[in-house]
Structures are given as C-alpha cells and as structure tokens.
C-alpha cells in the first residue's frame, strides 16, 4: 500500500474528514491532535473497520455515516490488515482491565461460552450476598480467603462448603453487619494475645453462671439461640395461634403463653447472668483492649449491646465461616445454583485450562522480546499466563527482578505500583501491543496499524524505547503506520528519531463542519526557525515575537532590564504602551540578537500597538488551522484591550500605574470589587484572565498549551473584547 485515502462523515463525532496520506517515501505517518479534536474518534472509527463493524455516530445516531478507507488503487482495505492500538488510558481506563493478549482465540472462545452461566450465577449470588451482610469488601475475595486461605478459589470454597449448608437448619448469624465485625482493624486486636486472653477469661465465667442458670445452657440454649428463638416465633405466629411453651429449670416448670412473656423471662434471666461483677470486670478487660481505633470502638459498641457473640469471638476464624454460611443458607437456592453451574463445566475447563498452559509458551516469547528492547531497570516474567488467555484473571501476575549495581531484588506488586505509578499495567499493554505486532511479523501480512498515544502516561526512558520500537517497525517492508498522539513533545520525537518525515507530519483542528489536517507547522522551536528570521517582513510573526524575544531577556539579563521592561509595556497596558514605535521594538531585537544589524521595519515611527491590532484583526478572518502566530496575537490584543478598557474605567492612576505583576487579576479584582461595568462586561473581562495567559507567556521550549487550543475560541473572546473596549488610547 502506497497511499491511504480516509474519508469520514459522523463517525465517532467527526462530522467530516478527507485526508490522504502517502507512504512512498517513508511507512509511517503522525497527526498530532489536541484532546476532543478527532484522535481516539479516528482509532475508533478504523476499530470498527478493522472488526468488520458498522461504524455511526453515538451521540447522533440518527446522522447519515460514511466510512471510506481505500488504497491508491481506490479498494476498500481488508479488516483483516488493520491493527488499531487504542490509548491504554482510554481504551481500558484507570482501572484493572482485561488483558487480550491471546495465544488461542478459539480456545479462549470456547471457554468463555462455559462460562457465561458460571459468572452469571456468580454475580446473581454475589449480589444478594453483598446485601445480606452489607459489606462493602470484594465478596468473591473475601469468601475464597475465609474458606480456603487464598484469594482466587471461590468456587473451590462454595464447593468445599456446600453440603455443611445444606445440613444447616437454619442461619442464626444471618443478619449480622460483616464489616462491623470482620475488618482489618479489629481482625488485628481479635488475634491479638491479649484479647483473647480476655475473652478467655469472659468465656470462663460465663460459661459457669449458663451452669447455674435457670434455663440457659451453654451447649443448647445460650443468649443468642434465646434471642433468634423469640423473634423466630413471634414472627410465625405461634403464640396467635395460641400456642404455649413448658421451660423446665430448677426442678418447676414455667408455661409460657405470649411473646411479651417470654421476652421477658429470657430479659429477667440474661439480666441475672449480665450483671455478674466478674463477668462485667471481664468485659471491661475486652472493652480496654478494644480502645484502639474507630473500627475496634463500633465492634465494641455492637457487641456490648450483642454480648452473646463475645464467646464465638474465641475461634475468630469458625466464626467467620459460621457467619457466611448464615448468609449463604439465607440465599441457598442461588448458592446451590453456583456450585451447580461449576461442577457442570468443571471437566472441560480443566482440560481446557491444561492446554492453555501448554501453549501458553508463546508469552515467554513477547516477554523475551520486551525484556531484550525495552530500556527499563528490571526484568519482567509471568505467573499466571494461561489464566489470563482464559479469562479467569484480568491481569498478568507480573514478576519484577531489579537488577542494580550486581544485586537482584523481586519486587512485589504493590511496592512496584508506589514506585512507577501505572507502569505495570502499561508494560501489561506494550506485550499485548508487542504480540500483535510479532504475530504479524511472523506471517509476514502487509498490516496498517494505526496506534493512538502508545507511549502516553510512561516515563522517559519507556517512551524512547517504545519510540525505538516504533522506528523498527516503521522500518518493515510489511507495515505502515499511522501514529496519533495528543503529547506534543512526543509528536516532536517521532519526527526528530526519523519515524516521520517532516512532509509526513500532520496537525489537526476541528473547525466549525469538519476536522482540518494541515502539514505540521512549528515542530521544533517556531522562534527559532520561523519567527525570528520573518521578524522584519512579517506583521504576525513579528508581534508573535514579543513574548519569546521578551522570554529570552528574562534569562539573560534579568526582569529589571529596560528592554525587558519596554516589551512588558506591548503585553500588559501601561502608560507608555502607546509610545513604542516600531524603531523601539527593531532596536530591542538587534540587541538582542546578532546579524540583524542592517534591518528594519518598513515604517520605523508606527506605532506597534496599532500593527497589534491591525494583525488581530486579520487573524480574526484567517483560515482555520493550526494558525499559532494568530492565537498569541489575539491573546495579546485581547489582554491590552480589556486592560485598557480596565485602566480608563478605574480611571486611577495612583493604583494602576502601582501594579507591578499579575496586572489583569489585580485589574480585574479592582474592577469587580468598586462594582464597575455591567454583569456581561465582568463575565468577558473574567474569559480574558482565564484564557490569555497561557497564550501569551510562551517560549521556546514550552509552547503546547497554546497548538492544543483552538482559535476559535480566541477569536470569539477578542471580537467580545473589542466591541467592549474598541480601542487602545
């Protein structure tokens, strides 16, 4: 494929885009696109052509759509030979997200299929049980974890514990809030030795007043079997119907006909044994050791009115499991259905899971390939691979060896994250990214991939490698590449390491009907190789200047130099800005540069102010594109207007003539606060100190923020502005 014609109507957002790239001299392609311009919604686009999907436009489905993507030869490309490598940061987003890297679709396919009903039957269970016990921790975890001490067994453990369930006659500890109880702060202080020392010593006494109560037991009826026994009948109906009950202690017999009444006999007998001196300087030995933290003080404030559970409280880990089964009994029918759904499928899972890991060799092979080219400070490998092309976890086990010095540390996951923030899953995303592209190396397929913001969100030295990586594969005879980024400074690079040409680089805009690509302008210090050498010729270029010869003087001889002083008066409004004449400005920049000796602006008495204004209102009806001399021009004739506009409505020269930084703000500030101009002319004025700045105090090594911003929005400010304050006085 020699050339690429893209032709889009309402795809993705983009109402329309004609573009043409050409590959003859060179495989590879770049467009730079400020965020919200047409980046992801291009990959998108060709996703969907690459799927063999129709593509629309979501946010207007009712808009017609057309998607031409052909060759030189004007045939639609095969979906087939199209790779779109989405945004990491888009595409999966902040969170854990799915690895894709497959080493057998088929097999993958086939598993997936056994498991739809097993996850939907997981989540339906999931879902009531999360209810049930209110808790706010990852069900699926923490169950696995109780029953079985690791973190992915779930099934297992339901399996494990499904006929003691179905054994169970009822669910005493059903309605009890999990995190009020189990958490990892009082989980701490329950093992602790000296909590359960103190328990120890609770248990003890009480279990000698349940021997001497009248009808308590410490086996078959201790506090909480009275309490569940009590609402369990009343709720039931037994004593409306009435019924009577015959409780037998010390020798007599009690009948008892009602609900209040036995409420109160278990209230008068749990009172007997509650108010026992020992027991309660016991509980107060809990209570102490409980003292800790706001989790530990809940726990303790529950069970105090809930004294009953103390006991179990002995063997934290029983009780746990005792708890879940409550919750599990109280939901059995969407329990049983789980285990169901697993053991039906657990047969050719295994198998399944078998060959995975058989094949699964093919992985160690794109980790080699990353660990060989890419410049990082440790050595990656993977534990659960088959897991992964099966859909069972959603993310690589990455394994980090740092090697430093001659010493080799592993390093686990957590600490990794605290050290390289989102680089783990982003080295997730370059093997999948590197499989892909060495798959279709290997079958030697004439591909286009078409890769948006690869090497985002990665540090330096993980950018130049997969820059590198880039280069090689721009290198293929197989391949073309279109590169799209956001990142300027990574636009500058695919071109200076020679992935691009300069004739192969694009800008995008999105104008008012369509999306604009323009040959890249100002790649590399627009100052430097445009501006300067078009100050005595070219009005815009000339103004644009200001802020960069004026940056320059900054460094060199500092903020109190009169030169540097002279050039603040062309970008704040100040007594002298009207006076500086054309001659002013030519002889501050031969001073400051050398060789210009002999030129000079065509009219060396006019005023600069006046070619400030004239020149803005050009770019006011300039094309649409990248058009970045026209937006530092607007900038500063929108700032000097609404400054004048400010300075001759607070007409006090003592203040503003006083100001010596931050001069919009402290204008505006002044202007608000003695209530001056209207309610529209403060919202104008409040867009000007929002939007300007970064638009004025560029130079030559930071100038992104002013190529992402659309003109148009300067241009609506500026005419804004002007009709407020239409002159400068």
């Known amino acids: 494929m020699e050339k690429l014609n893209v032709a889009l109507r309402n795809c993705h957002g983009i109402r329309e885009l004609n573009a043409t790239f050409t590959f003859e001299k060179g495989n590879a392609v770049a467009i730079y ?31 017609d759509t057309e998607r031409s993507v052909t060759d030189e030869a004007g045939n639609s490309l095969d979906p087939n030979d199209v790779v779109v490598v989405l945004s990491y940061d888009e595409e999966f987003g902040p969170t854990e997200s799915t690895s894709t890297l497959l080493v057998n679709p088929e097999l993958r396919k086939e598993y997936e299929a056994l498991q739809v009903d097993l996850f939907q ?82 248990v003890t006494r009480l279990n000698e007043l349940l021997d001497e109560s009248t009808f308590f037991s410490r086996n078959s009826f201790n506090f909480y079997n009275a309490t569940n026994i009590t609402k369990s009948l009343g709720d039931n109906g037994f004593f409306a119907a009435n019924h009577s009950l015959l409780l037998h202690g010390n020798g007599e017999s009690h009948p008892v006909t009602s609900r209040d009444d036995l409420d109160a006999l278990i209230a008068e007998e749990r009172g007997r044994i509650t108010d026992d001196k020992a027991l309660r300087k016991k509980l107060d030995a809990v209570e102490k050791a409980l003292q800790k933290n706001v989790d530990t003080k809940r726990f303790f404030e529950y069970i105090s009115s809930h004294e009953e559970l103390l006991p179990e409280f002995a063997n934290v880990d029983s009780f746990q499991q005792a708890v879940w089964k409550s919750y599990l009994k109280t939901h059995e029918e969407a329990f049983q259905h789980a285990v169901k759904c697993y053991k039906d499928t657990e047969v050719r899972r295994k198998a399944i899971e078998q060959q995975a890991a058989a094949e699964s060799t093919q992985w160690e092979k794109v980790i080699k390939i990353f660990n060989d080219r890419f410049f990082v400070p440790f050595r990656l490998s993977a534990e659960n691979k088959h897991k992964v092309m099966l859909g069972q976890e959603t993310m690589l086990k990455l394994v980090f060896q740092f090697e430093d010095g001659g010493d080799s540390r592993g390093v686990e996951r957590d600490d990794l994250l605290q050290v390289l923030s989102n680089g783990e899953k982003k080295a997730l995303y370059i093997l999948n990214v590197l499989f892909e592209m060495e798959a279709r190396k290997a079958a030697g ?132 800005s009207r006076l500086i004449t054309q001659a002013n400005l030519d002889r501050i920049f031969i001073d400051t540069f050398r060789g210009f000796d002999s030129k000079a602006w065509g009219t060396p008495n006019g005023s600069v102010i006046d070619l400030l204004i004239e020149q803005a209102d050009l770019a006011v009806q300039a094309p649409e594109g990248v058009n970045f001399e026209n937006k530092i021009v607007l900038a500063i004739a929108t700032r000097l207007l609404a400054e004048s506009y400010m300075v001759a409505e607070l007409a006090d020269p003592d203040f503003t003539d006083a100001i010596t930084g931050l001069q919009t703000q402290k204008l505006f500030q002044a202007f608000k606060s003695r209530d001056l101009g209207t309610a529209e002319s403060r919202d104008i004025l409040d867009s000007v100190v929002l939007m300007t ?29 002007k009709r407020l304050s239409p002159g400068l006085s």
């Open 33 to 63: 696109a400020p965020n919200g311009t047409m980046k992801t919604s291009l990959a998108r686009t060709l996703g969907d052509l690459s799927s063999g999907e129709e593509t629309t436009d979501r946010m207007f489905p009712s808009r």
């Open 121 to 202: 039957a997981r989540e339906q269970l999931v879902s009531a049980l999360r209810a049930q016990s209110g808790t706010k921790q990852d069900v699926v975890r923490t169950i696995s974890r109780v029953f079985t001490r690791q973190d992915d067994n779930f099934f297992t453990a339901l399996v494990r514990i499904s006929y003691e369930v179905e054994q169970q006659e009822d669910a005493p500890f059903a309605e009890l809030p999990y995190d009020v109880l189990f958490n990892d702060k009082v989980d701490v202080i329950l093992r602790s030795p000296a909590l359960q020392s103190a328990l120890a010593q609770y």
């Open 445 to 576: 397929r004439e591909t286009l991939f078409v890769i948006d913001d690869l090497a985002d969100s990665f540090d330096y030295k993980n950018k130049y490698a997969i820059i590198q990586y880039l280069k090689e594969m721009a290198d293929h005879t197989n391949f073309k590449l279109v590169l799209l980024t956001h990142n300027f400074d990574f636009f500058r690079t695919l071109r200076s390491r020679g992935i691009v040409g300069y004739d192969r680089c694009f800008m995008a805009q999105k104008g008012e009907s369509k999306v604009i690509l323009s040959k890249a302008q100002h790649i590399n210090n627009p100052f430097i190789h445009g501006f300067k050498n078009n100050f005595f010729a070219d009005g815009m270029q000339r103004v644009a200047s200001i802020p960069f010869v004026r940056n320059i003087l900054e460094y060199t001889k500092g903020t109190d130099d009169d030169d540097y002083i002279k050039l603040t008066s062309l970008l704040h409004w100040k007594s002298d």
């Open 693 to 721: 700045p970064e638009n004025i105090h560029v130079n030559s090594f930071m100038y992104e923020p002013i190529i992402d911003m659309s003109d148009a929005a300067l241009r609506g400010l500026y005419s804004e502005v």
